[in-house]
């Protein structure tokens, strides 16, 4: 099978395991301080109007990082709640969480992941226009100021992700990170899901949510210079305004990066979102890598399952 015809699957580092979603199912294996492996397992619930949203360009990326910030906070927050967990007051293998209810998925997983998307949004473009406003009388031109404001933004970025790989936890979950690129790779190249096969295998990946990261960054550039930036609250405003418009374009520019990889001349214009995965990506241990082979091979097996399903009602 070519990796034109293989489902597509995605995938997100969480506390001491990893997710990963396929088409009707999202799968996190975490390994516990026993050393088992427990498992949260999710049906991808589809909804008609955003299914409609997710084909019209440029509007599909922001209703794909909402849902996508959703769905990975209730999968970061079990993997918070339940890795350090004392096996001995729970012997069950496999949590199913019972389902919350429309207003507690608003009020919970929405509200931390998608507002705390927004509000890390908010500080990593405005602080930028403040710090460039400072070096006005200096560079007072409008393509000077963009410049400096989006250096600004990009040493930001790159000094926060820097520092905080240093805490142990992160340090564990960027490792998790590059399993996962790993598992996926492994997978799209036609490798048996063996710990040898993935650890050859590169923790970069051309789809990772660090390169969208970045590209919102180079796209901004470009997006912020068709605008006024005098006065100063006329800036402001123009930046949270065009929040929706950066991530809409960079999305699809992520998209295309992904589409033409294979060709030489093309695969170049992804290589900077593959930098900044040098950053948010470390080498797995084989333990970690054994996690991520379980939570994809049971993210198969229920997919398979459902196909099969689907098949004899057909029938």
């Known amino acids: 099978m070519s990796n034109d015809s293989k489902p597509v699957y995605g995938g997100q580092a969480v506390v001491e395991g990893v997710m990963f979603g396929g088409k009707r199912h999202y799968v996190t294996a975490i390994r516990r301080k026993d050393d088992s492996i427990e498992y949260l397992q999710v049906p991808r619930k589809t909804n008609p109007t955003l299914q409609s949203l997710k084909k019209i360009p440029f509007i599909r990326g922001i209703v794909a990082i909402v849902e996508a910030a959703g769905n990975g906070s209730k999968h970061l927050n079990f993997s918070t709640e339940r890795y350090d967990v ?51 009388p200096l560079f007072p031109g409008d393509f000077a ?83 006024p930036l005098d006065p100063l609250w006329l800036r402001v405003v123009n930046r949270l305004a065009l929040i929706p418009v950066v991530l809409g374009i960079s999305f699809e520019v992520l998209q295309l990066t992904n589409k033409v990889r294979e060709i030489p001349v093309l695969k170049v214009l992804g290589y900077p979102g593959l930098w900044l995965q040098l950053l948010t990506t470390k080498e797995p241990t084989d333990d970690q890598v054994e996690v991520a082979i379980l939570s994809f091979k049971r993210l198969l097996e229920l997919e398979q399952d459902s196909e099969k399903k689907i098949t004899e009602e057909i029938v």
């Open 86 to 136: 004392d096996p001995s007051q729970d012997e069950e293998e496999i949590y199913n969480k019972k389902e919350p209810s429309k207003l507690e998925m608003i009020l919970s997983v929405a509200a931390v992941g998608v507002l705390s998307f927004i509000f890390g949004k908010f500080i990593f473009t405005l602080v930028p226009v403040f710090l460039a406003e400072l070096t006005k």
């Open 145 to 227: 100021q963009v410049l400096i404001e989006t250096v600004f933004k990009l040493l930001l970025l790159l000094t926060y992700i820097y520092f905080i790989s240093f805490t142990p936890i992160i340090k564990r979950v960027f490792q998790y990170h590059g399993a996962e690129h790993k598992v996926i790779n492994a997978y799209e190249n036609g490798k048996e899901l063996t710990v040898s096969n993935i650890q050859a295998q590169s923790r970069l990946h051309y789809r990772c949510g660090s390169s969208f990261i970045l590209f919102t960054v180079i796209v901004g550039f470009f997006v912020y210079l068709t605008v």
